[in-house]
């Protein structure tokens, strides 16, 4: 038994070191099929009566196997057989199809059609490398046997002219392909030839904007033959046949400017008959002198037709029938009406660019090479004089997106008709680089030509701003319209809870950590700074930061300085993101903090040119910072700046990101005084004005009753109005969040949800929150239910609230 048992191993070991190449299968040849040279027929062509029985004979596609693969064993001949199978159609009874090889050059003239019989063999190449026979099996069969071996990148080709079954409307002839020899590809139920009925086909380039009551002149309107080759198949009676043009109802061709600018394929039609609806062209002249259209083409493309949208309403589309005489009639969609003259639009084909927010325009920090440039924007008039220069024009920007600069290096204009460089800087300016208005008369009047405009912006962001970037056009003149132009993401993402703390002195311990996410691999640059603040409560101590160990990132200079703890990448991340976390934070907390939420910021100096967290610091003092320049966030950011580059009151919130509302929140405190609002603020609704005490305030988006029939007040302007700090009411662009701080009350409130949140308790709300134009809105009670007003007053006649601070 033992002997037997080692005979065994002993074979095994041997068959262990035979070559697996030897037990593979010797063969991998494969091909793909397709048919070239289709046909189309009418059933007059089909039907060739000069042949017996009118036969329906289908000359000219062909069979193709090209050769993808083509892996022989050396003892292999490479002989192959193939099935072909026709449906609807069937092979000659006593010639056997044609066929050739091509070579891996694919030249026509290396191997040509060979002709055979029936079980005679054909030999294809130079020396008979490759000989093949075809045998009918049925009348609708054929097998081909190729002897040789193919190539890979050798084409061969099988002649399918053939007779057709059937060939009536809509029929077709398919071939099919298969072999156990080779592994073929698409080799199903290919079309070579199909039967169609005598028609045209149109097709337009675009649709056109009509304005009521104007006239434009329609794209280029294509007219084609369904089938055969020009449209002498498609005409009998040259002398009756016409070509018609028909608009719906509402819709009528302007006679006298049609008549001269009419053309097909760029020839002037002289004698066409033109109606109010409708447009009839002869395919021969009237006066006998020659075909008006040209029979020979296979396309007629029509231009100069004026058409008014005489009577049709803004909204609706207009089609244009089309008839050839002896044809069915097609529609193109061609025409689109609008009832403003003024239209702003992208291309929609284009896609929207993506930018990260809180960098300036040199990328500065990251490795991204974009060049914050939006999308092209069109402003064009829909007919001439439809812009109003006696009337303001405003483009605004979302809150927190900037163009670069402020001198005409953030906007490229193209077609500056009446909105050049100048003007947009000028605007710019006027609009306190957060919009730009253009003046009444600051822009061109309308000439005889429809103006045009294209411009496309250079674009920042404050780090707080992510999501799409929608510029809005409005004025007194035109229809409000936006477009997506651009969109902002965070080069890096900061997950964080909310930590409940008494109130302390020193070393107080977070007991959360924080975890920081670069958005992709190794978009932070060598020498990108990361630093961390929260509001009004310095990190005491040295905290401990740590970097996963898939990325690859290195950091350095792990520092805690002036309340901040940051740190500097040493060497980039490499096929995957960096998490870097940053535990045993502690803090020193003043003891007279009040008690509530603080925010934890996080931004880059790098990314920005700037000390963006000096958080300690003097709220009513001028702070120095770097100048911004060409290239950085925008001088639009520091609206304050004056002759020594010093900015007034500027504040961390503008320039670095809230990674994290609320991520210390005090539970306990020491005495406070609770505010009390003393001034009276009168609100106007549709009005962009709130009166407070004595005092005109200037707002951007006015108060307005929603479709519930609240009155809906702006959050930060009414806060402000009654006395609480702009820098106290702030904003969480990830949760769509606002918070109002004033003395020992938190206030927090959600887009889109019916409670609010004073001092963490819920308080149900009688309007559910809305943001309209990029503002955040309440209820008129809700407001002032959570800014503790209760004196409220609200006037029907003149659409005016009143909220009346304490006396």
């Not at 004089?385 to 927190?400: I, Q, V």
């Not at 990325?551 to 309340?563: A, P, W």
């Not at 009005?687 to 479709?707: F, L, M, R, T």
Request: charged share 30%; glycine share 8%.
């Amino acid at each position: 038994m033992k002997k037997f048992l080692s005979m065994v191993m002993a074979a095994a070991m041997v068959v262990s070191l035979v070559p697996a190449t030897a037990f593979a299968a010797s063969n991998d040849v494969r091909a793909t099929a397709k048919v070239v040279n289709a046909k189309n027929y009418t059933q007059d062509e089909i039907e060739d009566t000069s042949r017996p029985e009118g036969a329906k004979v289908v000359k000219g596609p062909e069979l193709q196997l090209y050769y993808t693969t083509a892996d022989y064993a050396t003892s292999d001949s490479g002989k192959a057989v193939y099935t072909v199978t026709l449906d609807n159609a069937e092979f000659s009874a006593t010639k056997a199809p044609k066929m050739y090889i091509k070579d891996d050059n694919q030249s026509a003239n290396t191997w040509t059609w060979q002709t055979t019989d029936y079980g005679t063999s054909a030999t294809f190449g130079a020396g008979g490398s490759v000989s093949a026979e075809v045998k009918r099996v049925d009348d609708d069969e054929i097998e081909i046997t190729v002897d040789g071996k193919m190539n890979k990148g050798w084409t061969l080709g099988i002649d399918l002219e053939s007779t057709m079954d059937k060939t009536s409307k809509g029929k077709t002839a398919k071939v099919s392909v298969d072999s156990d020899d080779v592994k073929i590809a698409n080799g199903d139920d290919l079309v070579y030839a199909s039967v169609e009925a005598k028609g045209i086909k149109a097709s337009v380039k675009d649709t056109v904007d009509i304005a009521v009551e104007e006239v434009e002149e329609l794209k280029e309107i294509k007219v084609e033959p369904t089938v055969g080759s020009n449209f002498s198949a498609l005409i009998s009676d040259v002398d009756k046949a016409e070509l018609t043009l028909r608009l719906p109802s509402g819709y009528e061709f302007s006679k006298k400017e049609t008549a001269t600018s009419l053309k097909v394929n760029g020839v002037a039609v002289k004698k066409a008959e033109i109606e109010d609806d409708e447009i009839v062209i002869p395919v021969k002249d009237n006066d006998g002198s020659g075909e008006a259209l040209d029979l020979s083409k296979d396309v007629w493309k029509i231009t100069g037709l004026k058409v008014e949208a005489a009577s049709a309403k803004a909204g609706s589309t207009g089609t244009v029938r089309i008839s050839l005489t002896g044809s069915d009639t097609v529609t193109v969609e061609a025409i689109k009406v609008v009832e403003f003259g003024v239209i702003m639009s992208v291309d929609e084909d284009e896609d929207v660019p993506v930018i990260y927010s809180g960098v300036n325009v040199k990328n500065e920090g990251i490795t991204d090479d974009s060049d914050h440039k939006s999308l092209e924007v069109t402003i064009k008039e829909t007919f001439v004089g439809a812009f109003d220069s006696k009337k303001e024009l405003r483009l605004t920007l979302p809150e927190g997106v900037y163009v670069a600069n402020d001198k005409g290096e953030g906007v490229d204009t193209d077609g500056t008709d009446f909105l050049g460089d100048t003007a947009f800087q000028d605007a710019y300016k006027e609009g306190e680089h957060t919009s730009f208005v253009f003046e009444k008369r600051s822009m061109k009047d309308s000439d005889d030509e429809k103006y045009e405009t294209t411009f496309s912006f250079t674009l920042v962001a404050d780090p707080n701003f992510e999501g799409d970037v929608v510029l809005t056009m409005e004025g007194d003149g035109v229809e409000t319209q936006k477009v997506t132009i651009a969109k902002f993401v965070k080069p890096f993402t900061v997950e964080a809870k909310q930590n409940d703390l008494q109130i302390a002195y020193r070393n107080t311990d977070i007991p959360t950590d924080v975890v920081i996410k670069e958005a992709e691999a190794g978009l932070w640059d060598q020498k990108t700074d990361l630093k961390l603040a929260l509001d009004k409560i310095a990190f005491d101590d040295d905290a401990k930061v740590t970097v996963d160990s898939k990325s690859g990132l290195e950091i350095k200079n792990v520092k805690t300085k002036d309340g901040a703890v940051s740190f500097e990448v040493d060497k980039k991340s490499g096929d995957e993101p960096a998490v870097v976390t940053i535990s045993g934070l502690t803090l020193f907390m003043d003891r007279s903090l009040p008690a509530g939420a603080y925010d934890l910021k996080v931004a880059s100096q790098k990314m920005l040119g700037i000390d963006v967290l000096a958080s300690n610091y003097d709220e009513d003092e001028d702070v120095k910072i770097n100048k911004p320049g060409e290239g950085y966030l925008t001088e639009a950011i520091y609206s304050a700046k004056d002759e020594d580059d010093t900015v007034a009151d500027v504040n961390d919130d503008s320039v670095s990101y809230v990674a994290k509302a609320g991520f210390v929140n005090i539970i306990t405190a020491g005495p406070q005084d609770t505010e009390s609002f003393t001034t009276k603020v009168v609100v106007p609704v549709g009005e962009k004005y709130i009166i407070s005490g004595e005092n005109k305030v200037e707002i951007d988006v006015p108060a307005y009753i929603n479709a519930n029939g609240y009155t809906m007040l702006p959050l930060r302007a009414v806060s402000v109005a009654l006395g609480i700090k702009s820098d106290n009411v702030l904003w969480d662009q990830a949760t769509r969040t606002a918070t109002i701080m004033y003395g020992n009350k938190i206030i927090n409130m959600t887009y889109g949800q019916k409670v609010m949140y004073v001092n963490g308790a819920m308080i149900p709300a009688t309007a559910a929150v809305e943001i309209k134009d990029n503002r955040m809105f309440l209820g008129m009670r809700d407001l002032g239910n959570a800014l503790g007003v209760t004196d409220i007053t609200w006037d029907q006649a003149t659409k005016t609230a009143t909220l009346n601070g304490s006396k």
